[in-house]
């Protein structure tokens, strides 16, 4: 069986888990510009080196209180050509999880906020559950 | 090989214009020798790039008409009208099989027109001229391409238009046909008039990759006169030769870490001026001037001249005239004037429309004209001059103008106007013309069709931060003026302030900026409006437009913003100053509010939005 890369952040007192292959770097968080008309859960644009990126706050999308102003980190996302960042209070690491068929194993699948998480499987004795990127880019961006 | 094949499209494009520019010319004055070289010399070229890439109806077609010119040239065969007529013809099939070829397919079938080029080069049986003749103050260039080299005939194409850099390429051997052969040996001799030193030569070859050996034999003395002065001549004023080619994408790359740069000197500054060190201060003092030159110089890259789309314009005229029964010339001024590329090409079609519009609904037919007193042929100008912070293409013609009492009726009978309005002056005109489904002609035509056209056109221009003016005298002519933004990726605007955010405000769409005392803010219709010098503008705040917290401390100032013949007020906090910015996008975040437009990196680093005053009076 094939196994894929997740990677583990932490976001308020949980852990989820990424789709490693739409990371594209993780960075401090960076000053922010808010974005008129913006939902709760955009910080707001930052300057990656010259490139402009909306931030979205995982803690906030999950309807959990901010991730604190002066801290976390953002992992930027590309995902059908589109990039976004998305600030956690920081990133653990990288695991291999088995690739197992996506809908036999979601017992979560839909649960939480939009249907964004599921459970990906156990790691130590922990759950892990994935954020499903590519259906937050499609909730956030316009 | 897709890369040959870019290489190929892009090549034949340019020279098919030159072709196209050469006819209409000779159509002008067919007695210019030298524009039946230039024709001969496009063709050739295109032949040869044709046959190295294995496209045999491009190669054939222009075999055929380079033999009907070949005829002309040794005078055995007459520039005509119907020979142009072929000519012409010939260049559209032309433009067709590039096209074609290229996408795989071959969608023209061109027998009964290689019949008729053949035909004629048939009745005139040139004596052909020895393959290598020595040309007095030429020297022979040979090299040879390494063992497997790919496409030799395109390869030596790119060597001879190195070469042709240097100087005037006379001869090159062998022909395409052997090249493209098996049995090719990799060895091509090329004839070359040049000023520059043997070593100059042999580098300029070899830069062009796969060369394994070159020699550069010595100048022959001149001895017979040349016998093809012009064939000499006229390739010097090929224009393309100077011109590199690079793709779009890295230009845009290179100004975007320019703009970076830009940012960074603004950050280092702030930095350098909290250490307060002279010999610090000198270097960045330096960087400054050097990011500033180096900026300008990337903004450069972009611009080009207005020519590359122009020239095909008298092709257009003459085509239009034509088919309407109308005889036309096209002038063209300020040709060298530079622009945007990305501006350009989508000014381009903008301009196609009011110049066909100009021929087709402008311009009188000849017996009309003449009755007038006027010239027998109409005469369209195009013009592109530089302004301060535009550039400015005008498209007049000397036909019939606008019939404003026609005009007039039909806005009244439609309610386009109230019905007691007496007179429309050039803007109601142009509102008016610029209806969709509106024609200033009476009737309908192939060229122009109905209506199609200045709608269109204005609302393209104004698409890209542009305006459009428009006169007309009634049996005078009529004029069509754009005013483009030198650029769309540098934007000079006025940055407001908002609370404790910044934004910046395009001037593009500002016209002034005034104190709120300078007028008066009331309520009409429920509905906030700034009333000033008579003027009654609808009244945006920039706190609510971005939602940002308080009210409008006093004393803020009103920015007053026009755009698309409309005019509307955006009351801000404060203003700071006015800079260019390079314009970033960013992926939209949902619900982001409709007045934003883009972003960009201010001096100090941080970041604004960009409010687009367009937007906002498009919305009203």
Redesign the interface.
């Known amino acids: 069986m094939t196994s894929r890369q997740l990677l583990v952040v932490a976001s308020g007192t949980v852990a989820y888990a990424l789709d490693s292959t739409c990371v594209r770097e993780i960075t401090a968080m960076l000053p922010t510009t808010r974005i008129p008309g913006a939902g709760p859960e955009v910080r707001g644009l930052i300057n990656l080196r010259g490139q402009l990126l909306p931030v979205v706050d995982l803690a906030v999308r999950l309807g959990g209180a901010p991730t604190p102003a002066d801290g976390g980190e953002v992992v930027v996302l590309a995902v059908n050509g589109r990039s976004f960042g998305l600030l956690v209070d920081e990133v653990r690491e990288v695991i291999a999880v088995d690739a197992a068929p996506a809908d036999s194993s979601s017992l979560l699948t839909g649960q939480g906020p939009g249907g964004l998480i599921r459970e990906v499987g156990h790691f130590g004795d922990a759950v892990v559950l994935e954020v499903d990127v590519r259906e937050l880019a499609t909730q956030s961006l316009a | 090989m897709s890369r040959y094949r870019d290489l190929f499209v892009s090549e034949s494009r340019d020279h098919l214009t030159a072709i196209e520019h050469a006819l209409v010319r000779l159509e002008a004055d067919p007695g210019q020798p030298e524009q039946v070289d230039a024709l001969f010399r496009s063709i050739h070229t295109i032949k040869g790039m044709a046959g190295a890439m294995g496209y045999a109806p491009v190669a054939e077609l222009s075999h055929a008409i380079e033999s009907r010119l070949e005829a002309i040239r040794a005078g055995a065969a007459p520039m005509d009208r119907a020979t142009l007529d072929l000519l012409f013809e010939g260049a559209d099939a032309l433009e067709q099989l590039v096209a074609a070829a290229t996408q795989g397919g071959s969608a023209l079938d061109t027998s009964a027109l290689l019949g008729r080029l053949g035909r004629a080069a048939e009745a005139a049986v040139v004596p052909e001229a020895p393959r290598r003749t020595l040309r007095a103050g030429a020297r022979d260039v040979s090299w040879t391409f390494e063992p497997g080299t790919p496409l030799p005939a395109a390869r030596t194409t790119l060597v001879t238009r190195r070469l042709a850099t240097l100087g005037t390429v006379v001869d090159v051997a062998p022909s395409d046909e052997v090249m493209a052969a098996e049995a090719f040996d990799g060895r091509v001799v090329a004839q070359l008039v040049t000023v520059e030193d043997a070593e100059t030569i042999a580098a300029a070859v070899r830069a062009c990759g796969f060369v394994a050996h070159v020699e550069v034999g010595a100048i022959h003395a001149p001895e017979a006169p040349p016998t093809e002065a012009a064939w000499q001549e006229g390739q010097l004023t090929a224009p393309l030769q100077s011109y590199v080619r690079i793709e779009a994408r890295r230009l845009d790359q290179l100004m ?2 320019a ?2 740069l830009v ?1 960074l000197r603004g950050r280092l500054q702030v930095a350098a001026s909290r250490v307060s060190n002279a010999s610090l201060d000198a270097v960045v003092d330096d960087v400054h001037h050097l990011v500033g030159e180096l900026q300008d110089a990337v903004l450069g890259t972009r611009l080009v001249p207005v020519w590359q789309v122009f020239d095909r314009f008298p092709r257009v005229v003459r085509d239009a005239a034509r088919t309407v029964g109308k005889e036309a010339t096209l002038v063209i001024e300020g040709r060298e004037i530079e622009l945007d590329r990305a501006l350009l090409e989508q000014v381009a079609d903008p301009l196609v429309h009011l110049l066909r519009n100009a021929v087709d609904h402008g311009l009188e037919d000849p017996a009309a004209r003449v009755a007038a007193g006027k010239p027998r042929v109409g005469r369209v100008t195009l013009q592109a001059r530089r302004e301060r912070t535009a550039v400015v293409i005008t498209v007049v013609d000397d036909g019939r103008g606008v019939d404003r009492a026609g005009l007039l009726e039909r806005a009244r009978t439609m309610g386009w106007v109230s019905a007691d309005e007496e007179e429309l002056d050039d803007r109601d005109l142009l509102r008016i013309i610029a209806r969709p489904g509106v024609s200033t002609a009476e009737r309908v035509t192939e060229v122009s069709g109905r209506g199609v056209g200045v709608d269109a056109v204005v609302s393209r221009i104004r698409a890209l931060g542009g305006t459009v003016e428009f006169s007309t005298v009634e049996g005078r002519g009529t004029v069509f003026e754009l005013r483009l933004p030198l650029s769309l990726a540098i934007v000079p605007a006025i940055i407001a302030s908002c609370g404790d ?1 910044s934004y910046a405000l395009p001037l593009t769409h500002i016209t002034e900026t005034v104190q709120r005392t300078a007028g008066v803010v009331r309520r009409v219709r429920g509905r906030p409006v700034f009333v000033r010098r008579d003027r009654v503008l609808p009244l945006w705040s920039l706190r609510e ?4 917290q308080g009210r409008d401390p006093e004393g803020s100032q009103v920015v007053i913003v026009e755009a698309a013949e409309r005019a509307g007020a955006v009351l801000v906090d404060r203003l700071s100053g006015q800079q260019d910015l390079v314009v ?10 409709t ?2 437009s883009g ?1 960009a ?1 201010l001096a100090d ?5 960009i409010v687009d005053a367009g937007g906002l009076l498009q919305g009203q």
């Open positions: 975007n870490l703009g970076e940012t955010e437009l971005v939602g940002a970033k996008s960013f992926d939209a975040v949902r619900g982001m509010s007045a934003i972003a990196v680093g941080s970041t604004a939005l």
